[in-house]
């Protein structure tokens, strides 16, 4: 009896060992999918939904081989986002050279015009000298004049240039700022439906978690997307779901953001109180679902969207990778519903 009451327990022992192993891997996934290095948002999303494959086919039970398996996988994804950094990396090192290359190019036609201006400088000044040998007082005067001609001619033109420079610089600093906002807006976009893409969402969501301060993150999903992509063509879909989006941002007020979480799945951040969430995502949930009517090269369609949503709320103070796991884990039930 006592060497089988032995036994059962180094069972059980091992057995807690092997769910401790199980939870530490999986929270190491879940970390690196949190704090992934966001150098391009289109990569960002794809790393992320290999590691949640990943993460969800962990071996609870299973042999050495399955959890060797597992872990050539991780490795693999992490490898392969590594070298795409990497590349972007360089991307944005050629960009800074050649930035680089042309300022140097522009300080150095600055520098030769200067240079020009000098050599005229130093003329008039050489002839200034000639005024020293001079017992002619109309002759000196003529030479200065020359010399002062010379000298606010040459001060007219590099205070001209000067000015052209200064305005093409503003004009290229002005497009340059335009096309880093147009871009910043560009990657922050879902290209769709205009809403947030999933890394900005994601990077919103992490800014909050930052902050102790409490707030609500609504999930809403089309159950039946996959029968719609049968029924519909995709700009009729497409025409459907934004018109989804506008009904929910009617509801939800211009200021709450709204993301894509992925293909069937939007997420928003509505102001409501945690004690009435649950209440606010029936309340959407009735909202949205039903029929859209869909004009599409003068025909009609009415296209049927079955809604179901979830909320899960973040306490004052509470940890960043709980809210991460129960959020990943109502967005499987929403898909699985």
């Known amino acids: 009896m006592i060497s089988i009451r032995k036994a059962t327990s180094e069972l059980d022992r091992l057995n807690a060992s092997l769910r401790a192993v199980v939870e530490v891997y999986e929270n190491a996934i879940l970390c690196t999918w949190q704090y992934a290095v966001d150098l391009n948002p289109a990569d960002v999303i794809v790393f992320r939904e290999h590691l949640e494959a990943i993460r969800q086919r962990i071996p609870r039970d299973a042999s050495e081989e399955d959890w060797r398996s597992t872990q050539a996988s991780f490795r693999g994804e992490l490898r392969e986002y590594r070298d795409k950094a990497i590349e972007r990396i360089a991307g944005f090192q050629a960009e800074i050279r050649n930035a680089a290359e042309a300022m140097h190019s522009f300080a150095e036609s600055v520098a030769a015009s200067g240079s020009d201006h000098e050599k005229t400088i130093q003329a008039s000044l050489s002839e200034l000298d000639q005024t020293t040998r001079c017992e002619s007082i109309s002759e000196i005067h003529e030479i200065i004049g020359s010399v002062r001609e010379s000298i606010v001619s040459s001060v007219d033109q590099m205070s001209q240039r000067h000015k052209m420079v200064i305005a093409e610089l503003r004009d290229e600093l002005k497009l340059l700022h335009k096309h880093i906002e147009t871009q910043q807006r560009t990657a922050a976009l879902d290209a769709c439906t205009g809403v947030w893409n999933r890394a900005k969402l ?18 809403i999903s089309i159950r039946n997307m996959k029968r719609t992509e049968v029924r519909f063509s995709r700009k009729v879909r497409e025409a459907a779901i934004q018109a989804l989006l506008q009904r929910l941002s009617r509801a939800l007020g211009q200021q709450a953001p709204v993301g894509r979480w992925n293909t069937a799945s939007f997420a928003a951040v509505p102001q409501v109180e945690p004690a009435s969430a649950i209440h606010f995502s029936q309340d959407i949930s009735r909202r949205l679902s039903g029929m859209y009517s869909i004009q599409d090269e003068g025909l009609a369609y009415e296209v049927p969207l079955e809604v179901t949503t979830g909320v899960i709320d973040r306490a004052r103070g509470s940890d960043g990778s709980s809210f991460h796991k129960k959020l990943l884990q109502l967005s499987e039930k929403l898909a699985g519903a």
Not at 202 to 219: G, I, N, Q, R, T
């Open 202 to 219: 994601d990077s919103h969501v992490a800014s909050l978690l930052e902050d102790s301060e409490p707030f609500c993150l609504l999930l």
